[in-house]
């Protein structure tokens, strides 16, 4: 049967959980079962606790992200695009970034989405409940937060708000942690954590698997990129998403051209998807594979306005490969010239860029802050 000791066993085989981590007890004696609703999906399945509850306990226990609402709770008819909007977190990347947030005894920490209230009961386990805040821009999920920690013993200050003003009435914070993908960090983060550590999942569209850790003083925060993770958006802001039908349109109005730069090559690199994302935050792809074994594949290219779009199609053994593009804006053209710049610059990786943020705005750098992007 699955338990909290099962989930710390397979934490600590995969090197996620190092034996004697403040987390460690934690996941023992944090129940994720309390968290969790009777119904939850993996990438694979929708889980009923009612019909398969070992199969329940199984996934509630494995180290797995679990999807507990889709499209912000709202009724979802029939054939329409699901988009998840708020789950529990993998636990070895809720390990790994409180690992990042390197919290200590008397500091008072800010969560921004609460979620299912999972991560804030670590927290209080390893804090206590006057150290906590959690913060959720949805008020069903809020209150459900605040039961879900109730029943698992625990009462931090739970409330509802957008995550982007942070909560003031707690302040200052020593450690700041969002739960959701930001493109950029808001200043009044840095405000209200005028000495301290912010850990937030950070990008645009085009390349979101980041970790930005930021030390911050003198009214300044500062800190380098690192992890891969996958987070949801923040909603405030939160851009289209939706079947390649919502972003296809005005094919036979379509430019032709061709490119020596092979589409897997484009998106094949992360260090080159992250440099790429700087230009592109507000666009994204999607490589369609040949269903028919030829090893072909179809790069598209959306923007996030669902104005442009392009397509550049690969095809094994060629050297120059046809591209189509629409609209105002040639998205192949601006990822081919994004991947130049990160060629000329050497190829740098990821670990190299660093980011500043300051009251005038956030700053992406190369090595050192003498030398923005």
Same mark, same amino acid.
């Given at each position: 049967?699955?338990?909290?000791?099962?989930? /710390?066993?397979?934490?600590?085989?995969?090197?996620?959980?190092?034996?004697?981590?403040?987390?460690?007890?934690?996941?023992?004696?944090?129940? /994720?079962?309390? =968290?969790?609703?009777?119904?939850?999906?993996?990438? !694979? /399945?929708?889980?009923?606790?009612?019909?398969?509850?070992?199969?329940?306990?199984?996934?509630?226990?494995?180290?797995?992200?679990?999807?507990?609402?889709?499209?912000?709770?709202?009724?979802?008819?029939?054939?329409?695009?699901?988009?998840?909007?708020?789950?529990?977190?993998?636990?070895? &990347?809720?390990?790994?970034?409180?690992?990042?947030?390197?919290?200590? +005894?008397?500091? %008072?920490?800010?969560?921004?989405?609460?979620?299912?209230?999972?991560?804030?009961?670590?927290?209080?386990?390893?804090?206590?409940?006057?150290?906590?805040?959690?913060?959720?821009?949805?008020?069903?999920?809020?209150?459900?937060?605040?039961?879900?920690?109730?029943?698992?013993?625990?009462?931090?200050? &739970?409330?509802?708000?957008? $995550?982007?003003?942070?909560?003031?009435? $707690?302040?200052?914070?020593?450690?700041?942690?969002?739960? @959701?993908?930001?493109?950029?960090?808001?200043?009044? #983060?840095?405000? !209200?954590?005028?000495? $301290?550590?912010?850990?937030?999942? #950070?990008?645009?569209?085009? =390349?979101?698997?980041?970790?930005?850790?930021?030390?911050?003083?003198?009214?300044?925060? !500062?800190?380098?990129?690192?992890?891969?993770?996958?987070?949801? *958006?923040?909603?405030?802001? %939160?851009?289209?998403?939706? @079947?390649?039908?919502?972003?296809?349109?005005?094919?036979?109005?379509?430019?032709?051209?061709?490119?020596?730069?092979?589409?897997?090559?484009?998106?094949?690199?992360?260090?080159?998807?992250? =440099?790429?994302?700087?230009?592109?935050?507000?666009?994204? @792809?999607?490589?369609?594979?040949?269903?028919?074994?030829?090893?072909?594949?179809?790069?598209?290219?959306?923007?996030?306005?669902?104005?442009?779009?392009?397509?550049?199609? @690969?095809?094994? $053994?060629?050297?120059? =490969?046809? &591209?189509?593009?629409?609209?105002? *804006?040639?998205? #192949?053209?601006?990822?081919?010239?994004?991947?130049? *710049?990160?060629?000329?610059?050497?190829?740098?990786?990821?670990?190299?860029?660093?980011?500043?943020?300051?009251?005038?705005?956030?700053?992406?750098?190369? +090595?050192?802050?003498?030398?923005?992007?």
């Amino acid at each position: 049967m699955s338990t909290p000791e099962r989930l /710390r066993e397979i934490l600590v085989n995969k090197g996620a959980l190092a034996a004697g981590s403040p987390w460690e007890r934690a996941v023992l004696e944090v129940p /994720r079962a309390v =968290f969790l609703p009777d119904v939850v999906e993996t990438l !694979q /399945r929708v889980i009923s606790r009612s019909t398969a509850p070992e199969r329940w306990l199984t996934a509630v226990y494995g180290d797995l992200p679990l999807t507990t609402q889709v499209n912000d709770g709202r009724p979802v008819e029939e054939g329409a695009y699901e988009l998840p909007t708020s789950s529990s977190s993998m636990p070895s &990347v809720m390990v790994e970034m409180l690992d990042l947030l390197d919290v200590r +005894d008397g500091q %008072r920490v800010l969560e921004l989405g609460a979620a299912t209230g999972y991560n804030a009961a670590w927290l209080c386990h390893r804090l206590g409940d006057a150290w906590v805040t959690t913060l959720d821009i949805d008020p069903v999920l809020a209150e459900q937060a605040g039961v879900n920690l109730k029943s698992a013993g625990y009462s931090p200050r &739970v409330v509802v708000g957008d $995550g982007a003003a942070g909560w003031s009435d $707690g302040a200052p914070y020593q450690r700041l942690i969002a739960t @959701y993908t930001v493109p950029e960090i808001p200043y009044a #983060w840095v405000e !209200q954590v005028p000495s $301290g550590r912010i850990v937030a999942p #950070w990008g645009g569209s085009w =390349f979101s698997h980041s970790f930005a850790v930021l030390e911050t003083a003198d009214g300044i925060g !500062q800190g380098r990129f690192t992890g891969y993770p996958a987070f949801m *958006r923040s909603r405030t802001g %939160r851009p289209h998403r939706g @079947y390649l039908s919502d972003f296809l349109h005005h094919t036979e109005d379509a430019t032709t051209t061709h490119t020596m730069l092979s589409p897997r090559v484009l998106v094949g690199d992360s260090d080159a998807l992250f =440099f790429s994302g700087l230009a592109l935050p507000d666009a994204w @792809y999607l490589l369609a594979e040949a269903e028919d074994g030829s090893e072909e594949a179809t790069l598209w290219l959306l923007a996030d306005d669902r104005v442009s779009w392009a397509a550049a199609e @690969y095809v094994p $053994g060629h050297d120059v =490969f046809e &591209v189509d593009q629409y609209g105002p *804006r040639r998205l #192949w053209d601006e990822a081919e010239s994004a991947y130049r *710049r990160w060629q000329e610059h050497g190829a740098p990786a990821r670990d190299r860029l660093g980011l500043t943020l300051t009251p005038s705005g956030q700053t992406v750098w190369l +090595d050192t802050p003498e030398q923005p992007l």
